[in-house]
C-alpha cells in the first residue's frame, strides 16, 4: 500500500502523483496544512515538507521516503508501467539533467507568481523566460520532452506550466508566444490525464486565492 502525504497547490507533490497515475499504482493521497502541520508528519517527515510516500511493508510497519525526485526514481525502480526514462544510459542521464533545470525552472517561476514588487517580478520573469528559451533550443519533434512518449521530464514541467493556465491570458501570450516548442508542449502537458488528474478539480480557485492572499501582482 502507498500513501503520499500531499498538499493540494504543491507542485513537488503534483510530480509524485503523476508519476503515480502513469505507473497505475493504486494510492492514497493524504492532505496536510503545511501552516499547521500535525505531529504524526513532522515525526515522519525530516524536512517537514511535502511530498512524502508511505511504503507499507510485510512486517505490518511502514517505510518512509521524503524528496519528490527519490520518490519518482523509487516508483520508476518498483513499479510496472511504461518507463519514464530512455533504456540508453546517455539519454537517461540527459534527462535526468533536464529534470534538475526543472527543479529551478519552478523556483523562479514561482518567485515571479508571487512577487509582490515589480522590480522583484521583472526580475523573475526574464529569468524564467531565459530558462524558457533554454527549453526551446532543445526540444525537438515532441508532443513530449523525449519525442512521442511521456517521462520524467514531462512529470517535472506540468506543475509548472500548470500555473499559468490560471492567470490572465494576455500575461500568459507575453511569455510563450515566441516559444513555439514550449507553447506546443506545455499545451500537451495540460491534456495528459496524469496531469489533469494529479491535482483536485479546484485547483485553480485555490492557486488564485493564494496568490490574492499574498497580494502578488499577479492575482489580478
Known sequence: MLTLISHPLCPFVQRSAIVLLEKGV???????DLAVKPDWFLTMSPTGKVPVLKVGQPDGDDAILFESMVICEYLEET???APMYPVDALSRARQRGWAEFG???LADAWQFLNSSDPSIADGKRAAFCRRLEQLEAV???GPYFGGASFGMV???FAPVFRYFDVLNPIVVQSIFEDLPRVASWRTALALRPSVINAVAGDYADRF???????GA????
Open 26 to 32: 493504486a494510492f492514497e493521497r493524504i492532505d496536510i
Open 79 to 81: 513499479q510496472r508501467g
Open 103 to 105: 527543479t529551478a525552472t
Open 139 to 141: 526540444l525537438e519533434g
Open 154 to 156: 514531462d512529470a517535472v
Open 208 to 214: 488564485r486565492r493564494h496568490l490574492r492572499q499574498h
Open 217 to 220: 501582482l499577479l492575482a489580478g
